[in-house]
C-alpha cells in the first residue's frame, strides 16, 4: 500500500496537503481520499438504504459531491468530520427524493384505470401496494423492466419477483369473480350451441 495513504490518524497537515493535490487536479490523490474513507461513507449509505448494492451506488454519488464540493471545506475543521456531515445530509436528500418519486408514483397510478368505477374493490385493489404498483407500471404504462426499476430504486430481479407475484395473485382475484360462470368441474355452462355442436347441428 502506497506510504501516501493517509492513516485513520492522519495530522490535519497531511490531510490538508491531500485536500491540496486533489484541488491541483492530482487524481491519485483523489483516489487515496476515496480508498480511505469509502467504507466510512459506504455505512453511513448502508444504514439509510438497507442493501448492498444501493449503498454502493449511493457511496458513489456522494463521493462524487464531495469531490465537487472539496473547495468549500474549511481547513480549520476536521475533514472526516466534514465528510461524515456531508454524507448524512446527502443521504438524507436522497431518502425523502426516494419517498418523494413514490408518493407521486401512488398518486400518478390508479386502479381505476384497470376497472369501472365500483363501491366494490376490484382485482387490482386487492394486491399488495408494492406488488400492485409494479403491475401496472408494467402492464398499464408499459414501462421496461429496468425502467420500473430505476424509478422504484430497486435491483431489476426485485421488480420481476413482484410483477409476478402480482400477476398470480390478480389472476386468482379474477378467478374468484368469476367463479359462479364456471361449474365445479371446470367446464363453462353449456347452452343450446353445445347441445347442437355435440349431435352435429350447425
Not at 435491483?155 to 368469476?178: D, F, M
Not at 361449474?183 to 353449456?190: A, K, M, T
Request: a neutral charge; one cysteine or more; charged letters at 30%.
Amino acid at each position: 500500500m502506497s506510504s501516501d495513504l493517509p492513516s485513520a490518524a492522519a495530522s490535519p497537515e497531511a490531510t490538508e496537503a491531500l485536500i491540496q493535490r486533489c484541488l491541483n487536479g492530482d487524481q491519485a490523490a483523489w483516489e487515496l481520499i476515496v480508498r480511505q474513507y469509502w467504507r466510512k461513507v459506504f455505512n453511513v449509505a448502508y444504514k439509510f438504504v438497507g442493501k448492498h448494492d444501493q449503498a454502493e451506488d449511493l457511496t458513489q454519488d456522494i463521493f462524487l459531491k464531495i469531490f465537487k464540493s472539496l473547495d468549500t471545506f474549511d481547513r480549520r475543521a476536521n475533514f472526516q468530520t466534514w465528510l461524515i456531515s456531508i454524507s448524512r445530509n446527502l443521504c438524507i436528500d436522497h431518502y425523502r427524493s426516494v419517498r418523494k418519486e413514490r408518493e407521486t408514483i401512488d398518486r400518478e397510478i390508479d386502479a381505476n384505470e384497470l376497472t369501472p368505477a365500483s363501491h366494490d374493490p376490484g382485482p387490482v385493489a386487492a394486491l399488495e401496494q408494492q406488488d400492485r404498483i409494479a403491475v401496472l407500471m408494467r402492464d398499464i404504462q408499459e414501462l421496461s423492466y429496468q425502467e420500473i426499476a430505476d424509478r422504484l430504486r430497486l435491483p431489476e430481479g426485485t421488480v420481476k419477483s413482484r410483477i409476478n407475484r402480482g400477476r398470480t395473485e390478480l389472476a386468482r382475484q379474477i378467478r374468484k369473480l368469476r367463479g359462479d360462470d364456471f361449474s365445479p368441474s371446470g367446464g363453462g355452462p353449456r347452452g343450446p350451441e353445445s347441445d347442437r355442436s355435440r349431435t352435429g347441428a350447425c
